[in-house]
């Protein structure tokens, strides 16, 4: 592939690297560094002069280092005259913060800033994977690909789960409706959704069933999981509402706090997470959690993106 060139930001280069190696490319020569002040050097170690140039940087660990190191990065390319930069970040900073609620109307619309420091960086394209609200691809005036991990997901529930045409997709919360009942129909199996009332953010009070679970594996299917106390809750209601079997599935395993004793405790089988986000330190602490790989989608939609071709392929399929 000529004229294309791969960078990894140092939140999750082993996705980088998996990219990479999936296009048959080496990865570009990046030097982070911090001054003793903590601010972020980037200096990209070869020429982009007139490349394709494609930056992998996460929204996760230490959030704010990270977003700011793929700003600089975007902008040191920029300026050394790249011909296009696109920015792929698999699980999106700030991603949770994208409307006004009725209640504290005086918070921030931090997704929407985060959109307008990438295009100002330089940013001329972006892919990312599963955004917590389509509607911020709105926030861009420039072109966002947001990719599905629901072929992978789906790919994983046929080969792991042996009960699976007898199981009921469940969704922890009203939000995620969309999202559970298309892979619902993908699978033709019934879906279920929990309604849930929240006095504040991260604690959630009393949980609502509205479908059917009882003698079926119920699999919980959302977004993303923080501190796990909504799928964790979710998982006793359905057990006491008759389920056999837990799984839980989710594109984005942030695991913060709590979340790893909260796994460990709780009723799941398995509790299943894209590799958005590291998760090989969990790994470690939690037998639960399993990991799909979706460096070939990303590598893929990098591939079709480089050569101008279609996307729209990977939101139902899988590259083999």
Not at 73 to 100: E, G, H, L, W
Not at 234 to 263: E, N, Q
Not at 272 to 280: F, M, R, Y
Request: hydrophobic share 40%.
């Amino acid at each position: 592939m000529p004229n294309i060139k791969i960078f990894s930001g140092s939140s999750h280069p082993d996705l980088g690297q998996k990219i990479a190696d999936r296009l048959g490319l080496e990865l570009g020569k990046v030097v982070t560094k911090k001054f003793s002040n903590q601010e972020t050097c980037v200096e990209i170690g070869e020429s982009v002069r007139g490349e394709d140039v494609y930056i992998v940087q996460s929204g996760c660990g230490e959030i704010n280092d990270n977003l700011m190191e793929l700003l600089i990065m975007i902008n040191a390319c920029k300026i050394a005259s790249a011909s296009r930069v696109t920015a792929v970040i698999p699980c999106f900073p700030y991603a949770r913060q994208d409307k006004k609620d009725k209640v504290g109307s005086r918070a921030p619309i931090s997704a929407k800033l985060v959109a307008n420091m990438l295009s100002v960086s330089g940013a001329n394209h972006i892919i990312t994977m599963d955004l917590h609200a389509s509607q911020i691809q709105g926030f861009f005036d420039i072109p966002v690909d947001n990719l599905y991990a629901e072929p992978a997901v789906l790919k994983w529930i046929k080969e792991n789960i042996n009960e699976w045409k007898n199981c009921t997709i469940v969704s922890p919360d009203a939000g995620g409706a969309k999202r559970v009942t298309s892979i619902a129909d993908r699978l033709n199996v019934d879906f279920a959704l929990i309604h849930k009332e929240r006095k504040k953010a991260n604690e959630v009070d009393r949980m609502v069933l509205v479908g059917d679970v009882k003698d079926r594996v119920a699999i919980l299917v959302d977004d993303m999981a923080d501190t796990c106390g909504t799928i964790c809750h979710a998982a006793d209601k359905l057990v006491s509402a008759g389920a056999t079997k837990v799984y839980a599935i989710l594109t984005h395993g942030i695991f913060s706090g709590p979340a790893i004793t909260r796994i460990d405790n709780a009723c799941f089988e398995a509790v299943v997470v894209t590799n958005t986000i590291p998760q090989e330190d969990k790994m470690k602490h939690c037998s639960k959690i399993q990991v799909i790989d979706i460096s070939m989608i990303l590598a893929e939609a990098i591939r079709r993106t480089h050569n101008g071709e279609s996307v729209s392929y990977l939101f139902s399929h899988v590259p083999l």
